[in-house]
C-alpha cells in the first residue's frame, strides 16, 4: 500500500469489531446488495505514514506493534495444532506418511495416541529461525527515537492503541511486558498524563 491518503470502509462485524476494505466502491442505491448485507457501512479516510511524514501540530491515533520493537519472524516455525483422528486413520498412519506428495507439501505430521484418543499433530515444516530480538538497552533506545521524532513534529496523541502481537507469536511474550511498560512510560511523558 502506498503512504498517503486510501479511501476504505469499516463494516461493525456483529458488534465484535471492524473488517476494513480498502478501495471500495460501493453502489449505494436502494438495491445495493452490500449495503443489505453490511448495513453499517463508514466511510472514512486514513493515513498510514512513517513518523517523520506525519503532518505537523496534529493530533493523530498512535497505533503502535510491539513487535516493531522485537520480532520474532519465523512464527511458523512455533505453530501447531491437534487433530484428533480415528483408531482406523492411527493405525494407517505408517501409509499416510509414505505418500509421496507429502514431502512438497511443507506441512509435517507427528501421530500419537492419549489415553485411548488418536491424534495427528499437524505444524508447518520447521525452517531457519529469523528474529530481531535486541537488548533492552536498544528498545529504550528505538523507543526514545519514536517520541523524540513525535515531539520534534509536534504531534500529539488523541488516543494511543497498542498491540502486543504475542497471541500470532510475532512478539515475544518474554518482550512484550517490558515493552509496553516503556512505551506507556515514555508516552505518558509526552502527553502530560
Known amino acids: 500500500m502506498k503512504v498517503g491518503e486510501v479511501a ?9 469489531g471492524k473488517i476494513l476494505k ?17 448495513p453499517d457501512f463508514t466511510r472514512f479516510n486514513y493515513f498510514r505514514l512513517p513518523v517523520d511524514k506525519v503532518p505537523r501540530n496534529r493530533k493523530v491515533i498512535l497505533d503502535i506493534d510491539l513487535d516493531f520493537f ?5 512464527i511458523r516455525n512455533h505453530m501447531s495444532y491437534d487433530l ?8 494407517a498412519k505408517d501409509g499416510f506418511l509414505r505418500d509421496q506428495t507429502l514431502r512438497f507439501s511443507g506441512v509435517a505430521f507427528d501421530f500419537t495416541e492419549k489415553d485411548g484418543r ?15 530480538l535486541p537488548s533492552r538497552q536498544e528498545i529504550v533506545t528505538e523507543i ?17 492503541t497498542i498491540c502486543r502481537s504475542c497471541v500470532s507469536g510475532y512478539c515475544p ?5 517490558f515493552i509496553e511498560e516503556e512505551l506507556k512510560r ?8
Do not use: M
Request: with cysteine; hydrophobic share 40%; proline share 4%.
Open 173 to 177: 511474550r518474554e518482550y512484550a511486558g
Open 118 to 132: 488418536y491424534f495427528v499433530q499437524v505444524s508447518p515444516k520447521k525452517g531457519k529461525d529469523v528474529s530481531h
Open 22 to 38: 480498502h478501495n471500495v466502491i460501493i453502489n449505494s442505491g436502494p438495491d445495493s446488495i452490500a449495503l443489505k448485507a453490511c
Open 84 to 91: 484428533e483422528v480415528t483408531k482406523d486413520q492411527f493405525a
Open 144 to 160: 526514545g527515537a519514536l517520541v523524540r521524532a513525535l515531539v520534534a513534529r509536534k504531534v500529539k496523541p488523541a488516543a494511543v
Open 186 to 193: 515514555a508516552l505518558a511523558e509526552l502527553t502530560g498524563k
Open 70 to 74: 522485537a520480532c520474532r519472524d519465523s
Open 8 to 16: 476504505s470502509r469499516s463494516i461493525k462485524h456483529f458488534w465484535y
